[in-house]
């Protein structure tokens, strides 16, 4: 099942598009009723005065067999409810088995501990350049992760942010970045290449925990002196 809005500005605000039935179908050309988007995107997400989205109830708990298999690729607005999207809650999708592609909105200023954690399907994740902190664990186990793009304004990766994303194979480190914390890249077996933005000379900040690629085997490519 698809739902497009009818226009440019609700596509950009108010699209979810999603699978039923464990269904992968992700055709955007189909046209819905604006109405019905608004209302098919309420059956997952609910969100804070404060901004901080969280999964309904009904889809908030783990484990195989759950509701959370119902959910296969969708875009987050970034206004719900004429509330600015800020946060993902911790464990917001965390072990959403099936899911594979998620789009998340400009104007996001957090990921929260375990967001993803145990997301198997998951391939590719783009993080908004307003978001300031990814927690703990938020990817860990997203075995079919293989691109990352983090965000230019990100200033903290908590520990095992991005462990066990045995397909990733590289990533680059924004400058911005003030504290990565212990494994952050545990376990994360294919990884060849981090980008980092110092040079050799200069050498790692003092606020990056001395275990951040503990147990990473990728080579680490420094910052060419200009």
Same mark, same amino acid.
């Given at each position: 099942?698809?739902?497009?809005?009818?226009?440019?500005?609700?596509?950009?605000?108010?699209?979810?598009?999603?699978?039923?039935?464990?269904?992968?179908?992700?055709?955007?050309?189909?046209?819905?009723?604006?109405?019905?988007?608004?209302?098919?995107?309420?059956?997952?997400?609910?969100?804070?005065?404060?901004?901080?989205?969280?999964?309904?109830?009904?889809?908030? +708990?783990?484990?195989?067999?759950?509701?959370?298999? *119902?959910?296969?690729?969708?875009?987050?607005?970034?206004?719900?409810?004429?509330?600015?999207?800020?946060?993902?809650?911790?464990?917001?999708?965390?072990?959403?088995?099936?899911?594979?592609?998620?789009?998340?909105?400009?104007?996001?200023?957090?990921?929260? %501990?375990?967001?993803?954690? =145990?997301?198997?399907?998951?391939?590719?994740?783009?993080?908004?350049?307003?978001?300031?902190?990814?927690?703990?664990?938020?990817?860990?186990?997203?075995?079919?992760?293989?691109?990352?793009?983090?965000?230019?304004?990100?200033?903290?990766?908590?520990?095992?942010?991005?462990? %066990?994303?045995?397909?990733?194979?590289?990533?680059?480190?924004?400058?911005?970045?003030?504290?990565?914390?212990?494994?952050? +890249?545990?376990?994360?077996?294919?990884? %060849?290449?981090?980008?980092?933005?110092?040079?050799?000379? *200069? =050498?790692?900040?003092?606020?990056?925990?001395?275990?951040?690629?503990?147990?990473?085997?990728?080579?680490?490519?420094?910052?060419?002196?200009?």
């Amino acid at each position: 099942s698809s739902v497009v809005s009818d226009t440019t500005e609700d596509m950009n605000y108010y699209l979810i598009y999603y699978g039923e039935n464990n269904s992968t179908s992700t055709n955007l050309g189909l046209a819905f009723n604006y109405d019905k988007a608004r209302e098919e995107y309420k059956k997952y997400i609910t969100i804070s005065p404060e901004g901080v989205i969280s999964l309904n109830s009904e889809y908030s +708990f783990y484990g195989q067999g759950t509701k959370k298999e *119902e959910i296969v690729s969708l875009e987050i607005p970034e206004y719900i409810n004429g509330i600015k999207v800020r946060e993902i809650t911790s464990n917001c999708f965390n072990n959403c088995f099936n899911l594979e592609k998620i789009i998340l909105p400009n104007g996001l200023e957090s990921i929260g %501990e375990s967001a993803f954690y =145990g997301c198997k399907k998951l391939t590719q994740i783009d993080i908004p350049n307003s978001v300031k902190s990814v927690g703990s664990s938020a990817f860990v186990g997203c075995e079919a992760l293989e691109k990352v793009s983090l965000s230019d304004s990100l200033e903290i990766i908590g520990a095992y942010a991005f462990a %066990e994303c045995i397909q990733l194979t590289e990533i680059t480190i924004p400058s911005n970045v003030q504290r990565i914390d212990s494994y952050a +890249f545990n376990d994360c077996t294919s990884l %060849e290449r981090i980008y980092v933005p110092f040079t050799q000379e *200069e =050498g790692e900040p003092v606020t990056w925990n001395a275990l951040w690629n503990y147990n990473c085997d990728a080579k680490i490519i420094y910052k060419v002196e200009e």
